[in-house]
């Protein structure tokens, strides 16, 4: 069955550092989200993409992030100058279309010192 | 109350038993979805239910919806000691491209 991957399964860095978290969504999927959970509270959306561009972000979203789809299959996320609040699980997801179900990634976790 | 609040918050049982979590939400809603979290692991979606639909089965998962009263329920009978880990319900508004918002989770606890 195919599956949405991550990589890498749990990433640290210092506060102030650049990090990529990687995603490879399902093939034939054409919507692609991030989310984060920052430990013991809810999972929360970040931002959405769709026909290479964002369709929607949320106020966490904010210059610090980016999102890039660089080629056919990897969906990025960066984070520009890490702060300790970001810290978190990140989770990566994908759809077929709008009418259908988000497959989720297994999440990278990220630890900012 | 935020959207997709779950009640309640915590829930321990013994093994076999039913255990029932409820959800509610504040907007209008194109489906809602249940998920489960084993601790710090990642989502495992369970079941999808759409707008239009009242009750949906999978296994052991018995989901019901009323878009009236802006609340669903999700049972899952004869629990097993697997079954432990936090449920999520979340909610997809109409319109809009579809993200999934999240409610703050129940904490099942299955005792053998």
């Known amino acids: 069955e195919p599956e949405v991957t991550q990589t890498p399964s749990h990433q640290v860095t210092q506060m102030g550092q650049e990090v990529i978290l990687r995603c490879v969504p399902i093939?034939?999927?054409?919507?692609f989200y991030w989310y984060r959970q920052i430990l013991g509270q809810k999972v929360e959306f970040l931002v959405s993409?769709?026909?290479?561009?964002?369709?929607?972000k949320s106020e966490i979203f904010d210059d610090q992030f980016s999102v890039e789809r660089p080629d056919g299959s990897n969906f990025t996320l960066k984070i520009r100058s890490t702060k300790l609040e970001d810290s978190a699980m990140y989770f990566c997801?994908?759809?077929?279309?709008?009418?259908?179900?988000?497959?989720f990634g297994p999440g990278t976790r990220l630890t900012v010192l | 109350s935020q959207q997709g609040e779950e009640d309640p918050q915590a829930l321990s049982i013994q093994e076999g038993e039913n255990a029932t979590m409820n959800c509610s939400y504040k907007?209008?809603?194109?489906?809602l979805q249940w998920y489960r979290q084993n601790s710090g692991r990642g989502l495992v979606h369970l079941i999808l239910?759409?707008?239009?639909?009242r009750e949906k089965h999978s296994g052991r998962l018995r989901v019901t919806l009323d878009t009236s009263k802006k609340s669903s329920s999700l049972l899952i009978t004869a629990s097993r000691a697997a079954d432990t880990a936090s449920y999520f319900c979340?909610?997809?508004?109409?319109?809009?491209?579809?993200?999934?918002?999240f409610g703050t989770g129940t904490k099942l606890q299955v005792i053998p």
């Open positions: 997801a994908s759809s077929e279309d709008l009418q259908q179900q988000q497959f």
């Open positions: 907007t209008s809603i194109n489906n």
């Open positions: 993409f769709y026909n290479n561009e964002i369709s929607e």
């Open positions: 093939s034939n999927h054409l919507y």
């Open positions: 239910i759409r707008s239009n639909e």
């Open positions: 979340a909610t997809v508004d109409s319109g809009g491209y579809q993200k999934v918002t």
